[in-house]
């Protein structure tokens, strides 16, 4: 039986190492391809890996049709699934659940409309409203805050930094603080005051985009340009 793979579906789950992939080929090799996989319309959702070693070594599979209304609700799908049966990290979390984003925000705005038009037929607020970056972060079981420094840490790292925290070699704090680390207050630019450090803190706290760490960092700052 031939497959397609679609590169979304396959980008979305995390590698195997190469150890994991050794162990699920001896396992295949020696048992068999026990667990089915997962399609939609002839397309692997799950089972990659199962796949590409059964078609190399001429070993039958099964298969697991499922329905999907659109390849952002099958992306939803996969991340859960992974999340579900992978040992992963919290990086490792959020790195899998970031690439929904877009996804999610589509989904946001259906229920916001949803929502909507709840009220004005029953005058219940449904669940319209949840940001997308809170839905991200509870399906990684991780803060708001904390996923926020993961998107940095993948935006703006470099590679090395990248895979010290995904091994667990680097603590995510440390990654992003050193990431975000401010020069010497003599290189400052000398127009910023701490009334101006203060002001854009108070709207990271607003806006939810303030975790602890944040705010003693900002904090010690504005004091450090007062007193000096």
Not at 34 to 40: K, T
Not at 123 to 130: L, P, Y
């Amino acid at each position: 039986m031939e497959l397609m793979v679609n590169e979304r579906f396959k980008r979305i789950a995390p590698p195997l190492s190469e150890n994991e992939l050794r162990l699920l080929k001896e396992d295949i090799l020696a048992n068999g391809c026990r667990d089915p996989l997962v399609v939609w319309n002839g397309v692997i959702v799950d089972g990659h890996h199962r796949y590409s070693i059964c078609k190399e070594n001429g070993i039958p599979f099964q298969v697991m049709e499922m329905s999907f209304s659109s390849e952002d609700e099958a992306l939803i799908w996969i991340a859960r699934n992974q999340l579900g049966r992978r040992n992963l990290n919290a990086f490792q979390r959020c790195e899998l659940v970031l690439p929904l984003e877009q996804a999610l925000a589509a989904e946001a705005e259906r229920r916001r409309r949803a929502g909507i038009s709840l009220y004005r037929q029953t005058g219940e607020t449904g669940t319209a409203g949840k940001k997308t970056r809170d839905i991200l972060a509870e399906m990684a079981g991780v803060s708001s805050g904390l996923l926020r420094q993961v998107k940095a840490i993948l935006e703006d790292a470099d590679d090395e930094t990248k895979d010290m925290v995904r091994s667990g070699e680097l603590k995510i704090h440390t990654a992003y603080k050193r990431l975000t680390h401010k020069p010497p207050k003599a290189a400052r630019d000398k127009s910023e005051s701490a009334a101006d450090v203060l002001r854009e803190l108070l709207r990271k706290v607003t806006y939810g985009e303030a975790d602890p760490q944040t705010v003693i960092m900002d904090l010690t700052r504005a004091l450090e340009m007062m007193e000096g």
